[in-house]
């Protein structure tokens, strides 16, 4: 597995690398190959920082990340961030909803992990499969609700459109205004409870499915990731 991630990390930074590049050139030389090119340039750059984020945490600490967390991250920016964001990919229909699925899988996954980095092992080893599966759904959709007073304050302070209340410059009404937030809302649970389910179905056939999604002690200088 972690070829996969060593593939889909490089697809982040070459892909973004190359999309810096020609789309860079394209809007120099006055031709931008989609709508918004500069701010769309500074988000691919981003994403590339985000994608090493992990590697850097995980050295600054001297842990290693479960494997699940670092395949599920790369794939995620490469869907919201080059995919989605630079490419325009947001345009194909339900394409924001499974990200939303998607971002609250990996979410209730790294809860998972957080349980049980915080929590004494002998203690861990007795906690039950509801409880560990109930919170890795409430922390995944916790974190959903954050992501949505985000998009709320950069509509309300920026005049963005993130939470989809106007159609051009019409703005919405009724029932239609809430669409797509709560659309969002339900991804992310139903994306957390899948995550739940598999934790309970796994912790409950064999307590060691928790490894997992357990950081690991690093020595200091091995690279990242390592199994």
Avoid at 4 to 9: A, D, E, F, M
Avoid at 67 to 76: C, G, K, M, R, S
Avoid at 100 to 118: D, E, K, P, T, Y
Avoid at 185 to 202: K, P
């Amino acid at each position: 597995m972690h070829t996969l991630y060593r593939i889909l990390y490089a697809l982040n930074l070459v892909g973004g690398g190359l999309y810096l590049i020609v789309c860079g050139l394209g809007l120099m030389q006055g031709h931008a190959y989609y709508p918004g090119q500069a701010m769309l340039l500074g988000q691919v750059a981003f994403g590339i920082v985000l994608a090493s984020l992990p590697a850097v945490i995980g050295r600054w600490g001297h842990f290693r990340w479960p494997l699940v967390i670092l395949l599920l991250w790369e794939a995620f920016i490469l869907c919201a961030v080059l995919l989605g964001t630079g490419m325009q990919f947001y345009n194909i229909p339900y394409w924001d909803k499974f990200l939303h699925l998607f971002s609250a899988s990996m979410l209730a996954g790294l809860g998972l992990a957080i349980f049980g980095a915080l929590t004494p092992s002998k203690q861990l080893a007795q906690t039950a499969p509801l409880l560990l599966a109930l919170f890795a759904v409430a922390f995944g959709t916790m974190l959903g609700v954050f992501w949505e007073f985000y998009e709320f304050s950069g509509d309300g302070l920026l005049g963005l459109n993130m939470q989809r209340y106007m159609v051009g410059h019409t703005l919405l009404r009724g029932r239609a205004v809430l669409m797509d937030t709560m659309g969002d809302l339900c991804a992310d649970f139903l994306g957390s409870l899948a995550l739940g389910v598999w934790c309970y179905l796994g912790v409950s056939r064999d307590r060691k499915w928790l490894r997992t999604f357990q950081f690991t002690k690093n020595r200091i200088g091995t690279d990242q990731p390592k199994r």
